[in-house]
């Protein structure tokens, strides 16, 4: 994970967010059925090509990445 982080200044601007988002996923998964879960609504929710909303937000909660809902990516479980 350092090695990702310690990447990040040379990433180009427009790929610098895509990587911080995947850093950040990466640090609240657990376990690798954790990121299969994940990526299984990941390809669920993106298959029409389309993240409205409610799925952003049901992806990015605590059910899934821990990323949305004001915990600053720290999951409290």
Do not use: H
Not at 12 to 18: A, L, V
Not at 46 to 61: A, F, N, P
């Amino acid at each position: 994970m350092k090695l990702l982080t310690s990447l990040i200044p040379l990433i180009p601007q427009p790929y610098k967010n895509i990587a911080k988002f995947f850093i950040k996923v990466l640090d609240n998964v657990n376990s690798k059925d954790e990121l299969t879960r994940i990526a299984k609504k990941f390809e669920d929710i993106t298959r029409d090509e389309k993240i409205t909303v409610t799925e952003w937000t049901e992806l990015g909660g605590k059910k899934y990445l821990g990323i949305l809902g004001g915990t600053n990516g720290k999951r409290k479980d």
